[in-house]
Structures are given as structure tokens and as C-alpha cells.
């Protein structure tokens, strides 16, 4: 716990916020953000003696008076106030880091990380958990902060937490109990530096394990494989000899747990986040059937390829959370054709080539954000017809004149939002609207 110390936020956002408000009682604060806020979220601030500065210059108020800078997970590990802190050995660390100092009481933590699917996966296992009666706190990247969900924690519940690589960065004490690892593939690059370094990011969730804790893990997936060779969990695979899909089945100990023509998701990505959490059940001594039960309603994540509406014949379909050109893929792979697909973002140097084996499947690309002028060439060069749009409002009023019965209009961005909007939901919650309001 923090006591007495004088505490650097760098980002509001959500975190910032909650950690402040955690952290206020014992501490001075002061939030950075280049950003205009929230005007009553400034004010309850201001009231709990919270100081915000809004500057694009941080780093000239950091100084060495300072215990502890607190970074938002979007900001770069290499932005000038996270050096200025290493320089002046100033700690570096994240909302969750600090907040996990804050559990007092006996819970069990549960991890989920990974380049895809980690969102379906955790909101999975709520709701499972939920059905079968079992205390289960959620959050983390998934949306709500963990230093809200303290007051929360009352103990023997489990706090279920989806953990991102940008917070993995910057774990120094962070353990859980059981860690999952739904896969790895190559994404965040730029935040990085590097994939070698990208990984060993996703490799934090398993740091301080022993062989009494638990490492769930994609046994298809060599990536994943590879960075857990010599971690000291007790490893437990999906995709395995035992844990598998075959013939419309799903497999738990080579027993068959459910068909997947009973499941409303779909796509061979979302029984492999099923399969994560099923092993999971499994070993928490869950009855399956619930897991069934929850299978046969769910629809799935908001923003994950999620159903918008149909008008004249054509369905549009918002996959907003798609910030890596595999997350595409696996959209695109759940369509047989005809799609006009809105890509691009902010440019982070992702390989749109990744998405050569689909394109059969784009009757036209809709470049869009920072990096359109890049995906207007690889469109040309691949004989893709494409149209270029800053804005996805301007997209979306040139495809509304365009498309045709049968066609399918999937925003599935494959980067980042954060040239635009502060975060992808902001992304989808437009797409949605604008569709919604079409006549």
C-alpha cells in the first residue's frame, strides 16, 4: 500500500481516475493528460485534493520529489516521463499493480491474456461462474478497473481479471493463481519494440508462479508453446490430446461436453475460447452443465463481431475490437464473401499482409484513419478495389449507396483506435449508430 508518498498519474482515462480516487485518502496526487476530461469527473477529483494538469509536456513536472509514477496502459514505454522516471529511479508501474497491493482479504485470482479472444473468454467464465452460484468479481481490461472493484472484495470470491500485454509491462509484485494464455500471434509492435519483447510481455502473467499454481495454455499455438517452456506453473493444455474439437464436438478429457450446432457462437476462434474456458471449469470442479446452459444463450461480446442490423438484404456487423490484422482475419474467416470491409486506424505498423489468404473474401476495402494511405496501396497493389475516408462517418455514407443484396458490411479495423477515439468501443458505439439511423 501507498502511505505518504507523492504520487505521479501519467493518463487519466478509467484507471487514472480509480486510482486516484484509491490512492487520495493517504497521498499527494497529481494526473497528467494531454486531454480535456470530463468536467464533473475533475470536480469530485478536485474535491478529494487530487490536482489534474492537462499538458503535453509531462516529463517538466516530474522531478525527483516524486515516489512513484503511475502509467496508463496506452502510454509508450518509451514516452519522455517514463524515461525522466527511469533516470531519476523513479518506480514505474500500472493502476493494477497498485491496486493489487489493496487486497486484504483471500480470494483467488484468475488471469486471462492473450493476442486474441481474451474478452470472450473472461465474459465466458462470468457467466458460467454466475450460473453455478460461485462469488465471482470481474474486471481489468476488460472495462472496469481494479482499483473500483476493491471495496468490492470481501473474500473467498474470485476475482476474474482480463490483463492486457500493456499492463503485463509494468508488473513489479502482480500474481495470480491461475493464468490462461488463449494465444499468441504478433500485434502491439510499435508499443514493443519488438515480437521477442511482445511476448515476454504476455509471459509476466505467469510470473511468480510455483507448481502450486495453475498455467492454462494453447497447446496449437507454438508461440505460446514456446514462451512457457521453463515457467514453473502447473501446466494444463486445450487443443490437446484430451481437450479438443472434433467432428461438431467439443471435448473435455476426451469425454464429449457439448455439439457445437447448440452454441450460438460461431467460428472455430470462439470454440477455442470455449475450450479455454471449459479447461477451466474443469478444474474448478464446475459442472458443464452450465457452461452448457450459458453456450445456448450467449451471443456474444459487444463489438466482437457482434450482429448490427440487416436492411435490404445486407447485414452489417461491428468488430470494433479488432486492433491486430489477425482479429480480421478471424472476422473475415467467419464470412463466405461479398464484404465490404472498413480497415485501418492508427498507424501502429501492423502487416496488412496477414491478410492476403481472405482476400477473396473483400468485395471492397474502406481505408480509413491514420494508416489509409498505406492501406490504399497495399488495396491497389493486391487489385482489391478500395476507397480512402479519413472518418468512418464518411465510409459508411459511401457504402450505404453502394452495397447490395447479400453483401456483408464488417468494420473489422485491424488497429488500434487511438488516432481517433480513446478507446475502440467509442469506435464501434459510431459504427452502430450510424447504421442504426440508416433508412
Not at 501507498?2 to 505521479?8: E, H, I, S
Not at 502509467?71 to 527511469?86: R, S
Request: charged share 25%; glycine share 4%.
Amino acid at each position: 500500500m501507498l502511505n505518504n508518498k507523492k504520487v505521479f498519474i501519467l493518463g487519466m482515462a478509467r484507471s487514472g481516475y480509480e486510482v486516484a480516487k484509491l490512492l487520495y485518502k493517504e497521498n499527494e496526487i497529481i494526473i497528467c493528460d494531454s486531454k480535456n476530461q470530463d468536467i464533473s469527473k475533475l470536480s469530485e477529483l478536485n474535491s478529494l485534493g487530487v490536482k489534474f494538469i492537462k499538458t503535453d509536456k509531462p516529463e517538466e513536472l516530474l522531478d525527483e520529489t516524486y515516489d512513484i509514477l503511475i502509467k496508463n496502459p496506452a502510454v509508450f514505454p518509451n514516452h519522455p516521463c517514463v524515461l525522466k522516471a527511469n533516470q531519476l529511479n523513479i518506480p514505474v508501474v500500472n493502476e493494477m499493480e497498485v491496486a493489487f497491493h489493496y487486497i486484504t482479504m483471500p480470494i483467488k485470482i484468475i488471469g486471462v491474456t492473450g493476442s486474441n479472444g481474451k474478452t470472450t473468454t473472461v465474459t465466458l467464465i462470468n457467466e458460467v461462474l454466475k450460473k453455478a452460484g460461485v462469488n465471482v468479481i470481474l474486471g481489468g481490461n476488460i472495462g472496469t478497473p481494479l482499483s473500483k472493484l476493491i471495496s468490492d472484495i470481501k473474500g473467498n470470491e474470485i476475482l476474474l481479471l482480463e490483463i492486457s500485454d500493456h499492463q503485463l509491462i509494468d508488473f513489479k509484485d502482480f500474481k495470480t493463481d491461475i493464468s490462461i494464455l488463449t494465444n499468441i500471434c504478433p500485434t502491439h509492435l510499435d508499443h514493443h519494440g519488438s515480437y521477442e519483447a511482445y511476448k515476454n510481455s504476455k509471459k509476466r502473467i505467469f510470473k511468480y508462479h510455483t507448481n502450486n499454481d495453475i498455467a492454462i495454455i494453447n497447446k496449437a499455438n507454438a508461440d505460446s508453446l514456446e514462451i512457457t517452456n521453463d515457467i514453473l506453473s502447473k501446466k494444463i493444455y486445450f487443443n490437446n490430446e484430451s481437450n479438443f474439437i472434433k467432428d461438431d464436438k467439443i471435448y473435455i478429457n476426451n469425454e464429449p461436453i457439448i455439439n457445437t450446432n447448440e452454441i450460438l457462437l460461431k467460428g472455430i476462434h470462439n470454440y477455442e475460447n470455449i475450450l479455454a474456458m471449459l479447461t477451466l471449469l474443469d478444474i474448478l470442479n464446475i459442472d458443464f452443465k452450465y457452461a452448457k446452459e450459458v453456450l445456448k444463450e450467449f451471443k456474444g461480446v459487444e463489438h466482437r463481431i457482434e450482429f448490427v442490423r440487416e436492411l435490404n438484404g445486407v447485414k452489417y456487423y461491428n468488430d470494433a475490437k479488432s486492433t491486430n490484422p489477425t482479429s480480421t482475419i478471424t472476422a473475415l474467416n467467419s464470412f463466405d464473401g461479398n464484404i465490404h470491409l472498413i480497415l485501418g486506424g492508427m498507424e501502429r505498423n501492423q502487416d496488412f499482409s496477414e491478410l492476403n489468404p481472405c482476400l477473396n473474401k473483400i468485395k471492397k476495402i474502406y481505408a480509413i484513419g491514420e494508416v489509409r494511405k498505406r492501406l490504399l496501396a497495399y488495396a491497389i497493389e493486391n487489385n482489391i478495389e478500395v476507397e480512402e475516408h479519413e472518418y468512418l462517418k464518411d465510409a459508411l455514407d459511401s457504402i450505404k449507396n453502394k452495397v447490395v443484396t447479400n453483401d456483408i458490411v464488417l468494420l473489422s479495423p485491424g488497429s488500434a483506435s487511438w488516432d481517433q477515439y480513446p478507446k475502440f468501443e467509442d469506435r464501434g458505439s459510431e459504427f452502430k449508430n450510424i447504421v442504426n439511423n440508416f433508412e
